[in-house]
């Protein structure tokens, strides 16, 4: 599966699911302090699912 893991995942849990085989590029190693507008349009533009704790990110796909 690719994942786009928000800089708010924990590294913890970011090592878990690549040792779990998944393919997941963290915010905090790729692109550190961008915005959550950013963060939706990367992981529109490569394909991934974005997993957060970030509760404004509802409103921002609902838009």
């Known amino acids: 599966m690719k994942l786009l893991a928000n800089e708010n995942i924990p590294a913890a849990l970011t090592r878990s699911l690549r040792a779990a085989g998944h393919d997941v590029n963290w915010v905090s190693e790729i692109s550190p302090g961008i915005t959550d507008t950013q963060v939706i349009e ?5 394909d991934r699912i974005l ?3 970030d509760k404004d990110f509802g409103e921002l796909a609902f838009r």
């Open 42 to 46: 990367l992981a529109i533009q490569q």
């Open 51 to 53: 997993v957060t704790f």
